[in-house]
């Protein structure tokens, strides 16, 4: 079975804070993919990570894949209430048809 | 106009019932997923499909049945449900390049 383990599963913070989040397997990805879910909607696509040592930045998140592409973190700078959602991580592994999700980070930011 | 639409978008009924969830797309994907999303567990797969005859079945399909009526529409079936399929399911479409989903907006099922 693969399996994604995120942590940590719920994180609240203050306004301005920084934080950080992370996903981790003991499989070799061939990508790793974060997305995030707001109350009552679909998850959105954030970002895909395909080499490992890769860091991709969008806005205030940047997104790192780990060098053996076993892990990944998403941080965030200056945290904002507009950040508060589900943080959902996906991994695709080399000859599956299909993604396996973590469990996901649940991140409430306080104003 | 939403690319991933379903329907319908809550549903209560009652153990036994027959329910289908219907998903459609106009991205213009081959590829087509059904998930179920509860509490602390993530988004499990229950069935997808690659194009109109191929059907695959996912890590929970047990109690669940689907159809491929064309490229843009899939559809889920509980043939008699039970309350421990009460959940959220998600309908999603993918690109090839690394299965980068695109989720609908979700369809709230209670089953009493």
């Known amino acids: 079975t693969q399996l994604l383990e995120q942590s940590p599963q719920f994180l609240s913070i203050q306004e301005g804070e920084n934080l950080t989040v992370y996903c981790n397997s003991s499989s070799v990805f061939s990508s790793l993919q974060w997305y995030r879910q707001e109350p009552g909607e679909g998850p959105v696509l954030l970002v895909t990570v395909v080499t490992g040592g890769e860091v991709k930045k969008l806005k205030r998140l940047t997104f790192q894949f780990g060098d053996a592409r076993k892990d990944s973190s998403l941080h965030i700078t200056a945290a904002q209430p507009g950040d508060t959602g589900l943080y959902l991580c996906?991994?695709?592994?080399?000859?599956?048809?299909?993604?396996?999700f973590g469990q996901g980070t649940r991140l409430t930011i306080n104003p | 106009d939403a690319d991933v639409t379903q329907t319908p978008r809550n549903r209560i009924t009652k153990t036994g019932k027959r329910i289908m969830l219907e998903c459609s797309q106009t991205k213009g994907h081959d590829r087509m997923y059904w998930y179920r999303q509860d509490p602390g567990l993530g988004l499990r797969l229950i069935y997808y499909?690659?194009?109109?005859?191929?059907?695959n079945k996912g890590e929970i399909s047990d109690g669940y049945s689907v159809s491929r009526q064309a490229q843009a529409k899939f559809s889920l079936s509980l043939e008699s449900a039970i309350p421990n399929q009460t959940a959220l399911y998600f309908c999603a479409t993918s690109t090839s390049w690394y299965n980068e989903q695109f989720f609908g907006p979700g369809t709230r099922l209670t089953v009493l």
């Open positions: 499909s690659f194009d109109v005859k191929d059907i």
């Open positions: 996906a991994g695709g592994f080399r000859g599956a048809q299909k993604l396996v």
